[in-house]
């Protein structure tokens, strides 16, 4: 994630703050500097701040440990200003345990939530339920972490994507229906309560118009990366491959890969070289061996060399992920020796915007 500042690192999972997180911990921290009455005022403040900071992880935790017992991967954990998010390697599959993954982050704050009670209940203090309303004071130290553990609990549970709860509704709806199905139901409901959430913050607290606005552009994402994903995985590389191409060879000079690239619709090109594919002229090199070498320089020394041939019966799905990976917007299809066609990155594209078109 860019702009994001690292804090730590645990199970090999990092941990990093998004720098408007850290505007919003500078904004609280000042603030509560400014009505502070004295210097242990102001170390309960930050002592507050890093203890909710802390609260956040271990909820991001839940979810990415919950994730590494059904044999998903978290690459990192980044806390942003609407809370945390741990970016998993994928989703889990399965409804149980998508459902479980996703529960596991709230039930973290109604955990801590308990063990705060607990302890305020048997504690010989007298502790009373509230937020500050200036500086933050011993006694109220423990029953705003308290509270703030169980609007996060409850916060997360709205049924709603992206919130936990979204998910959690997904899972459930997907004993059901089909995933795809079960996504639009959740993301329509989330929009739902977006809308609701934003009425009701123009009237009330302008934050609910911020967090409905987050709900709403979240629940969209969601469900057409569901669609887009359906829509991939039904398909192999042979269904979408293109069989109309210009193949350039390596000792020809950069000019003649520019004349290719205005003359047909075409922007990357295969290389042969003694009659074997070898590698793909993208029009990002074009361009930049144009300015560094001239025209007149062979296409071989500006060619992509790294890319590998996609097996016909590879799914689009797994076929999308490796382009994306080598970052090269197109690659042969068929064995070293053996070119079936090509597929592309645009060609994939238009074949969703098809699909869409005839939801
Ligand atoms: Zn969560």
Redesign the pocket.
């Known amino acids: 994630m860019k702009w994001s500042i690292p804090v730590g690192e645990f199970r090999g999972i990092k941990v990093y703050i998004h720098w408007t997180f850290l505007l919003l911990l500078t904004w609280i921290g000042f603030s509560s500097y400014r009505v502070a009455k004295s210097t242990e005022q102001v170390w309960l403040s930050l002592g507050y701040i890093i203890s909710l900071f802390a609260c956040v992880v271990l ?2 935790f ?2 990415a440990l919950t994730a590494r017992r059904y044999g998903i991967k978290t690459k990192d954990i980044t806390l942003f200003p609407m ?2 998010m ?1 970016r998993m390697e994928k989703m889990p599959e399965s409804p149980g345990a998508e459902f479980v993954v ?1 529960i596991a ?2 039930l973290v704050n109604v955990v801590i939530a308990g063990l705060l009670f607990l302890y305020m209940y048997f504690s010989p203090t007298l502790y009373r339920l509230g937020f500050p309303t200036g500086a933050m004071t011993a006694e109220q130290f423990l029953p705003s972490l308290f509270l703030v553990n169980v609007i996060m609990a409850v916060f ?1 549970l709205i049924p709603a994507f992206p ?2 709860g979204g998910r959690i509704l997904r899972a459930l709806l997907s004993l059901k229906f089909e995933r795809a199905k079960a996504t639009a139901i959740a993301a329509n409901l989330g929009q739902f309560i977006a809308i609701g959430f934003i009425l009701l913050g123009l009237f009330y607290n302008i934050w609910l118009v911020f967090i409905g606005i987050f709900i709403y552009l979240g629940a969209g994402a969601e469900a057409s990366q569901e669609y887009v994903q359906r829509d991939l995985s039904a398909h192999t590389v042979a269904h979408l491959l293109m069989t109309k191409f210009t193949v350039l060879k390596s000792n020809d000079a950069l000019g003649a890969a520019l004349r290719a690239l205005l003359d047909s619709q075409e922007r990357e090109f295969l290389v042969a070289e003694n009659e074997q594919i070898t590698g793909v002229l993208t029009r990002d090199e074009m361009l930049a061996g144009l300015s560094q070498f001239g025209q007149n320089v062979q296409i071989g020394k500006i060619m992509r060399r790294d890319i590998r041939f996609l097996p016909p019966q590879m799914p689009v799905t797994e076929a999308l992920q490796i382009m994306t990976a080598l970052n090269i917007p197109m690659l042969p299809v068929g064995y070293p020796g053996q070119l079936l066609g090509v597929i592309d990155i645009e060609n994939i594209s238009e074949y969703l915007l098809i699909q869409k078109a005839m939801r």
């Open positions: 909820h991001e839940g979810h809370g945390g741990a996703a982050g709230p997360n919130m936990d």
